[in-house]
């Protein structure tokens, strides 16, 4: 680096670090000299680069604008260079964030002809909570069908790993299938899990994972597995360096970890699954021990903190921590209101009987249950979710990221078929369609107007208990299904039972 250039930095620190509000004070023309100068630091941004940004934005980006394509623009047969795009990934939060979008443009305009840049881009984005998932898989998969290079093609084949995993997987299994014999498959499929990890961690440092999902893993486990057998791994003594293969296994291994870290039921049946589908009967009989613990792990309640023993002394409840204990709790208070209905000295079950309209019911139990929070939950009014659509009751707690959503309906107005179709397509389609939901309730409160349903496939009639008993099959077929889902409950309120039971 030139002295001069060394002496303006210096001087440039010391007037930040002692002259207060100093980038708000510079000159047109100073402060296009000071964003040049925030670029030529050895290290990274200087500390002082986002009071500069912050004081002027448009001047820095014109800096940064022509700096960023420039470096897009270098040919392939200039030496590759680790600048303005490595400075970016590595910088301050507020600086990534801002040109993050002008990174994506870049790429979509036109690929970085050295690789390194490419990969400092691509970290960028997937490290970006603003990228477009949508567009951004369509680049990659552009990109991966154009490519000539197998090292390209990869690159943009883990990249579209990390947003749409669904949509990546077909052309991965088509390559490694592909391939002419077990030893080229191998190599393909060792080349790939070397892409898709660097150094023990996620490739790029994506904050995006669509891979993944247990329901990704379950297809993409199987497909490593399969070139990458576990009795061709290799066993070493001593010191030693790990080569590609040792790589391969370290991420088979990560991607199996992946499915047990995760508690549900969906990961239970995966590892089932694996026990039948995997080649080598060591791994298979692993699955099985795998599969036991995680659902031992799934039955073993959070340790209990301090407060919770003393809440439980005090009501016999405790805060919800995880989606299981706010759907029990749930569950425990409509079973209270059910109770006093239909039992209670103070029922207002005949109130409800003359309840014409829906809404009416929802906004009576949406009351109760809020009334009987205690804290540790809250009932917001109807909240319209992304498709437009409302639950009639939403359910929230502070230390839960899963809402337990309740579907209500006047079992006399609804059919037996309507009343499956809205469970199936409403409750589950809709309401339990975000991945952090996972209970729903399907809440039927009978007035005692319709006596019986009927089942059209097979012409069987039922009463209103029956009916209850019928979709509460129909909920464990659904739960057999979806993988994602794990507790549905039907709970049916009879607005008539403590007058029938006097009557008689």
Known sequence: MPNGLITGLIGLAIEARERPGWAHKLSAQDTQRACRYALCELNGFPDRAPDLLTAHPEAFDV????????????????????????????????????????????????????????ENALSLVLSWDGLNQSAFADLARQRYETSQDEGRRLTWLVAWMCVDAEGALGPLRAWVNGAEGHVEATRRMITFCNALMEHHAIRFGSIWRDFERVEILRQLVPLVYRPVQIEEDTVHEGTYSPDA???????????????????????????????????????????????????????????????????FAEQAEREPRSARDLFDLICSRLDDLKLDLEDGDASEAR?????????????????????????????????????????????????????????????????????????????????????????????????????????????KRFRFGNLVEQLEAKAEEILQDRDDLEGIRIVGVDLIKRDTRHKK
Not at 276 to 299: I, W
Request: proline share 6%; aromatic share 8%; charged share 30%.
């Open 63 to 118: 800096v940064m604008r022509h700096e960023l394509s420039w470096e897009f623009e270098r040919p392939a047969d200039l030496p590759e260079l680790h600048y303005m795009v490595s400075t970016l990934r590595h910088g301050p939060e507020p600086i990534r964030a801002r040109y993050s979008p002008i990174i994506q443009k870049l790429l979509t305009q036109g690929e970085p002809a050295h690789a390194q840049t490419l």
């Open 245 to 311: 293969r040792d790589h391969a296994e370290t991420t088979r291994s990560y991607l199996l970890g992946r499915i047990c870290d995760t508690p549900r039921r969906a990961t239970f049946d995966t590892l089932i699954a694996f026990s039948r589908e995997l080649p080598h009967e060591r791994s298979r009989n692993r699955m099985v021990v795998l599969a036991h613990r995680r659902a031992a792990e799934d039955a073993e309640q959070a340790a209990w903190l301090a407060s919770d023993v003393l809440s």
């Open 351 to 459: 109130i409800l009987r003359n309840v014409e309209q829906e809404t009416d019911v929802r906004i009576w139990f949406t009351n109760r249950l809020r009334q009987a929070a205690r804290g540790r939950y809250s009932v917001p009014p109807e909240e319209e979710l992304a498709d437009a659509t409302r639950p009639d009751i939403r359910i929230h707690a502070p230390a839960v990221d899963a809402p337990v959503s309740i579907e209500l309906k006047i079992a006399d107005k609804w059919s037996y078929s309507q009343l499956a179709e809205r469970l199936r397509n409403q409750l589950v389609g809709q309401y339990l369609r975000d991945a952090r939901s996972s209970f729903g309730v399907f809440l039927l409160v009978w007035q005692g107007k319709q006596k019986e349903w009927r089942e059209l496939e097979s012409g």
